[in-house]
């Protein structure tokens, strides 16, 4: 039990304090500007005190700054707080309030905060990802723009070049050209950046022990193991290899109720990109079990296929079973084992 927890709603440069004791009762309810609220912290008692915020932008660099003076935090996800804003009363003192609320509540858990290296990896991932973008749309704009002048080429990002030479070899109006010109060089230039991201990151890989363990699992490569170990800064946060896959979004929304259990799609919270990652890896693995002699780890999807009506719900499927693994791999420490993992599965067929 807590004799003072305090939420804080961040901000850029307004932070909003609200600070109740063990019977709920208000304490602290301040607005304090950024120069403001440590100082104000410092004020307050460290023993038995816990300071709330939501895993926001920069709940991670508050968390390592407020760590710094002593003090217990914790770190709760923004749609577990939600709940406890009332409702039609939203303002920066209300959600303040819900913060501390819901750090009373022991079956919300909480964000681990993450260091400075874990974040700058994070930035790698983020910046590939949003250039990534970037050059879709443009190759996108790029093919739109040549068919209107009878130039197409096959899909898929490797056949852009084709599109671009044809270009150069084609007689277009000087007006257009220009701008043609310009975005070909553009997505030049970002499939430099991008791949010299990759390299970034796959190099940060091969010299991160952890990185080399999970990088043994099929369908789990570099940039997702990478990112898996950036994001998920202690596994033992999760009970079991299901609570790491529900973390993740992987398993079945559910609208039960009266006893009856209904389930839908899969509930998609969590990591977004670590989540599309692993359903990237597994549809990888699908498409290699789809062969006329798959290898034999992947008989067990073959077995998937003959069951399920539809290739999607197979690769999300397969990548719950990846999250699994990966849980059981970061758990142990050890590097994942195919031929106990083939008799597992051959048993379990």
């Not at 700054?65 to 709760?76: A, T």
């Not at 309030?97 to 964000?111: D, G, M």
């Not at 993740?248 to 899969?266: E, F």
């Not at 990652?277 to 006329?292: E, N």
Request: hydrophobic share 45%; with cysteine; glycine share 6%.
């Amino acid at each position: 039990m807590y004799s003072l927890i305090i939420g804080i709603d961040l901000a850029k440069s307004v932070f909003q304090v609200h600070g109740i004791d063990g019977r709920g009762h208000v304490m602290v309810r301040r607005k304090l500007k950024r120069s403001e609220l440590l100082p104000f912290l410092e004020t307050q008692p460290k023993e038995g005190s816990l300071i709330a915020m939501e895993a926001c932008a920069s709940a991670h660099y508050w968390g390592r700054e407020l760590s710094k003076l002593g003090f217990e935090l914790v770190l709760l996800p923004p749609h577990q707080v939600k709940p406890f804003v009332a409702p039609g009363k939203k303002n920066d003192a209300n959600d303040a309030a819900a913060i501390a609320e819901a750090a009373t509540r022991p079956h919300i858990h909480a964000v681990p905060i993450k260091s400075e290296d874990q974040q700058a990896i994070l930035v790698l991932h983020s910046c590939r990802t949003m250039l990534v973008r970037q050059r879709t749309m443009l190759v996108n704009a790029l093919r739109t723009h040549l068919a209107e002048f009878g130039l197409i080429a096959p899909k898929g990002i490797e056949n852009v070049g084709r599109l671009v030479e044809a270009m150069k070899e084609a007689t277009l109006p000087d007006m257009a050209r220009q701008v043609l010109d310009m975005m070909a060089r553009q997505i030049h230039e970002l499939d430099s950046q991008i791949d010299d991201l990759l390299k970034r990151i796959q190099d940060h890989a091969k010299s991160q022990s952890l990185c080399r363990l999970l990088t043994s699992i099929p369908g789990i490569g570099p940039i997702t193991a990478s990112e898996l170990v950036a994001s998920i800064p202690d596994i033992s946060l999760f009970a079991s290899a299901r609570h790491f896959a529900a973390y993740l979004g992987l398993v079945p929304r559910q609208n039960s109720s009266g006893g009856k259990s209904r389930l839908g799609g899969i509930s998609k919270t969590g990591n977004v990109q670590l989540r599309c990652h692993l359903v990237l890896g597994a549809t990888s693995l699908l498409a290699l079990a789809r062969k006329k002699s798959p290898p034999p780890m992947l008989g067990w999807i073959g077995a998937l296929l003959k069951r399920k009506s539809s290739a999607r719900l197979v690769s999300v499927a397969i990548a719950n079973k990846l999250a699994r693994i990966v849980w059981a791999v970061l758990k142990s420490g050890t590097v994942f084992e195919m031929d106990r993992w083939i008799a597992r599965q051959q048993g379990a067929v």
